[in-house]
């Protein structure tokens, strides 16, 4: 383990699970049900990570209160429709996520999902025993706001400075800086690079296999 890190917490869309189809479609099929103004697939990736009210705040500034929950009733029955499959992980998850927790880190979620789907994924990813805690967009506020980071650090016991986020967008960038800890952002999800370089993290990677050699550089040089 990182002398350096002794907590890492990380997205899980765009990030673990490779479900950023999944959402799209599920979106775009929601706004057609609903009869919502169309949103390009550009526009539904750049709300991946935020809480369901806050993507349709984003997506739909002046929509009613009923015309929200009637969206949302839309979009969890076809995210069901398109979960008939077990969640995709990235390439390599699974195996560096059991090498960290093999070396002692406490590694954590904080997502945008709310707490039924978390679980729900975590069971069908077989990754619920290496992610000791959690937290989601019904129990926190949702990111940027740094809460989420917050609650976690206090539940692990983890001071900021031993703490690392990783994720894939700038709410992820933005959520870990606000609440004084390290970030490193992954280029594959759903934010370029040249958005998240704004919020200079400590290093880009291409890979989660990425991230662990970086950790161990990390360590090295300390």
Same mark, same amino acid.
């Given at each position: 383990?990182?002398?350096?890190?002794?907590?890492?917490?990380? $997205?899980? $869309?765009?990030?673990?699970?490779?479900?950023?189809?999944?959402?799209?479609?599920?979106?775009?099929?929601?706004?057609?049900?609903?009869?919502?103004?169309?949103?390009?697939?550009?526009?539904? *990736?750049?709300?991946?990570? #935020?809480?369901?009210?806050?993507?349709?705040?984003?997506?739909?500034?002046?929509?009613?209160? !009923?015309?929200?929950?009637?969206?949302? $009733?839309?979009?969890?029955? !076809?995210? !069901?429709?398109?979960?008939?499959?077990?969640?995709?992980?990235?390439?390599?998850?699974?195996?560096?996520?059991?090498?960290?927790?093999?070396?002692?880190?406490?590694?954590?979620?904080?997502?945008?999902?709310?707490?039924?789907?978390?679980? *729900?994924?975590?069971?069908?990813?077989?990754?619920?025993?290496?992610?000791?805690?959690?937290?989601?967009? +019904?129990?926190?506020?949702?990111?940027?706001?740094?809460?989420? #980071?917050? +609650?976690?650090?206090?539940?692990?016991?983890?001071?900021?400075?031993?703490?690392?986020?990783?994720? $894939?967008?700038?709410?992820?960038?933005?959520?870990?800086?606000?609440?004084?800890? +390290?970030?490193?952002?992954?280029?594959?999800?759903? !934010?370029?690079?040249? *958005?998240?370089?704004?919020?200079?993290?400590?290093?880009?990677?291409?890979?989660?296999?990425?991230?662990?050699?970086?950790?161990?550089?990390?360590?090295?040089?300390?």
């Amino acid at each position: 383990m990182s002398a350096r890190y002794r907590l890492i917490v990380f $997205d899980w $869309d765009g990030t673990i699970a490779d479900s950023e189809a999944r959402i799209v479609a599920s979106v775009g099929s929601a706004v057609k049900e609903t009869g919502l103004p169309s949103r390009s697939p550009a526009e539904i *990736r750049n709300i991946i990570g #935020l809480g369901m009210r806050e993507c349709m705040e984003t997506l739909y500034p002046e929509i009613s209160a !009923h015309r929200y929950q009637e969206f949302i $009733d839309a979009y969890r029955k !076809h995210f !069901h429709l398109q979960a008939q499959t077990a969640v995709a992980l990235f390439p390599g998850v699974k195996s560096v996520l059991g090498r960290l927790d093999s070396r002692g880190y406490v590694l954590a979620v904080a997502t945008g999902k709310s707490r039924r789907g978390l679980d *729900r994924e975590l069971r069908e990813s077989g990754l619920q025993p290496l992610i000791g805690i959690s937290r989601c967009a +019904d129990e926190a506020p949702s990111k940027p706001h740094p809460q989420m #980071l917050v +609650d976690l650090l206090e539940l692990a016991g983890v001071e900021p400075g031993m703490t690392l986020m990783v994720g $894939d967008t700038t709410y992820d960038m933005q959520m870990a800086r606000d609440a004084g800890v +390290d970030r490193v952002a992954v280029s594959y999800g759903a !934010h370029d690079r040249s *958005r998240l370089i704004e919020f200079e993290p400590l290093e880009i990677v291409d890979s989660l296999s990425g991230l662990e050699y970086w950790l161990s550089e990390t360590a090295q040089a300390i």
